[in-house]
């Protein structure tokens, strides 16, 4: 029974670039969010979705950044043009519950992506 | 919007004292209260949850509090051992509609001495 799965674990852009993260969730969830924490920091809300849809993403930055979770395959966060500040460990967690049913309170998280921006 | 305070921000305690972190949070209508341990390099670990209609709860050495009125919640880590030591994050969640966001304490780097 896997649990959530993310890559890369380490991803290393340059100032310009895109860079792309990817989120499996547990087997059997289908509510995915995204957090970000920064060094030394807490987690931060960033977007939940849910399959196809975006629930919530009143934690996301207006420009730049943008989330989907297809029907098939991982969860996406894409950030274009990245900058010093992206720098960051992103981090995915999945609820337990199907795509037509409300979420489970619980979020279990991935092991997360360390993006470094030089 | 939810704000989640956390004390301390680190501690430090002699191995098999106590270890107790504390938190506050300000929406009322919250009401699932999650607590995560972080090891380095690692994602958070739910480790303990509670949710509003309870007033305490534990799991072996692990134990939570709240106090809905006054807006806290505490863990307690009794008998601490040096696998303990890591990062550990409250949490307040609002569930609503179709969804439930998580706000995150600032957490507090435990550290049990040998």
């Known amino acids: 029974n896997a649990g959530v799965m993310q890559n890369p674990r380490h991803l290393v852009r340059r100032r310009g670039q895109e860079a792309r993260l990817r989120c499996s969730p547990m087997?059997?969830?289908?509510?995915v969010y995204w957090y970000r924490q920064l060094p030394e920091e807490g987690l931060k809300f960033m977007v939940y979705?849910?399959?196809?849809?975006?629930?919530?993403e009143s934690g996301m930055p207006k420009e730049r950044f943008s989330a989907e979770f297809p029907k098939e395959g991982p969860s996406i966060l894409r950030i274009q043009q990245v900058v010093r500040g992206d720098s960051a460990a992103y981090f995915c967690?999945?609820?337990?519950?199907?795509?037509?049913?409300?979420?489970?309170?619980?979020?279990?998280f991935g092991p997360g992506t360390r993006l470094t921006v030089t | 919007g939810e704000n989640v305070e956390q004390h301390p921000s680190t501690l430090s305690v002699q191995e098999g004292d106590s270890a107790v972190i504390k938190c506050t949070y300000s929406?009322?209508?919250?009401?699932?209260f999650p607590w995560y341990k972080q090891e380095l390099g690692k994602g958070p670990q739910l480790i303990i949850d509670?949710?509003?209609?309870?007033g305490e709860k534990k799991d072996q050495r692990i134990a939570v509090t709240l106090n809905k009125t006054a807006k806290h919640f505490s863990l307690h880590i009794t008998e601490t051992q040096p696998e303990d030591s890591a990062v550990y994050f409250c949490?307040?969640?609002?569930?609503?509609?179709?969804?439930?966001?998580?706000?995150f304490g600032s957490g507090t780097r435990l550290s049990i001495r040998p």
């Open positions: 967690a999945s609820s337990p519950g199907g795509r037509w049913t409300e979420p489970s309170y619980e979020q279990y």
């Open positions: 087997k059997g969830h289908s509510h």
């Open positions: 979705l849910q399959k196809e849809n975006i629930i919530d």
């Open positions: 929406d009322s209508a919250s009401n699932y």
């Open positions: 509670i949710r509003s209609n309870v």
């Open positions: 949490a307040a969640s609002i569930k609503y509609s179709s969804a439930s966001k998580i706000i």
